[in-house]
């Protein structure tokens, strides 16, 4: 049972472009989102997250998007750049939660 | 800054062998955990730890166990390696709940042959 979905495995963006990564969840219970950056043969890092109080939050380039009726939340990266190209997860738990439930994981890809 | 260490990066292992992979943190987190990350199946929790000596199971737990005598060492321990355990196998570690965020290690690509 998937309760965090990342339904596109793979992104393709041309530089300069905006990048959108979406991510869906099933349990009301989530509290906060996170979302995670991965490179090839490295851990992944934190990048942004957001609490259910909120609807968006900004860091920089990176703005998280919270829909908490539609249970949905998305990432948005303005203006995309090479060094963007990794995989991204979205990471969601309850409140007190001691673990993080993550999703499958977008591949993003910023074309040149 | 948080570090997470895990002695290996690459292992090749033969079927049937017993494997640990070792996972050392240096900044008193309570917190541990051990995933693995499969394309397509995102990153997949496989045990984790609340304090020394004690563990829970996470989504996918068999064939694998797990052993935690310090606060801050995590060891996976794969009891007998199959060709389906060859994957990336991810530490990390959080102090409190985990909206704090993780810290993970470098990762270690475990080949079962």
């Known amino acids: 049972d998937q309760q965090v979905k990342q339904n596109s495995p793979s992104l393709s963006v041309q530089e300069g472009r905006i990048s959108i990564l979406n991510c869906d969840y099933t349990?009301?219970?989530?509290?906060?989102f996170l979302w995670y950056k991965k490179y090839p043969a490295e851990g992944p890092t934190f990048l942004i997250s957001?609490?259910?109080?909120?609807d968006k939050n900004e860091d920089g380039r990176f703005t998280v998007f919270l829909n908490k009726s539609a249970k949905h939340l998305s990432l948005h990266i303005v203006p995309s750049q090479p060094g963007d190209s990794a995989v991204y997860f979205c990471?969601?738990?309850?409140?007190?939660?001691?673990?993080?439930?993550f999703g499958q994981g977008t591949r993003l890809t910023i074309n040149p | 800054d948080v570090k997470v260490t895990q002695s290996s990066r690459y292992l090749v292992k033969r079927t049937g062998e017993k494997v640990f992979l070792e996972c050392v943190q240096d900044?008193?987190?309570?917190?541990m955990f051990w995933y693995r990350q499969d394309p397509g199946l995102g990153l997949r929790l496989i045990y984790f730890?609340?304090?020394?000596?004690?563990?829970e199971k996470g989504d996918i737990p068999e064939g694998y166990s797990v052993s935690r005598e310090k606060k801050e060492r995590f060891s996976l321990i794969l009891e007998s390696a199959s060709t389906n355990q060859t994957s990336m196998y991810l530490c990390?570690?959080?102090?409190?709940?985990?909206?704090?965020?993780?810290?993970f290690g470098s990762g270690t690509r475990l080949t079962v042959v």
């Open positions: 349990n009301s219970m989530f509290d906060y």
């Open positions: 730890s609340y304090d020394v000596k004690m563990k």
């Open positions: 990471a969601a738990s309850a409140q007190g939660a001691q673990k993080l439930v």
């Open positions: 990390a570690s959080s102090e409190g709940v985990a909206w704090y965020g993780y810290t």
């Open positions: 900044m008193d987190h309570e917190n």
């Open positions: 957001i609490s259910s109080i909120k």
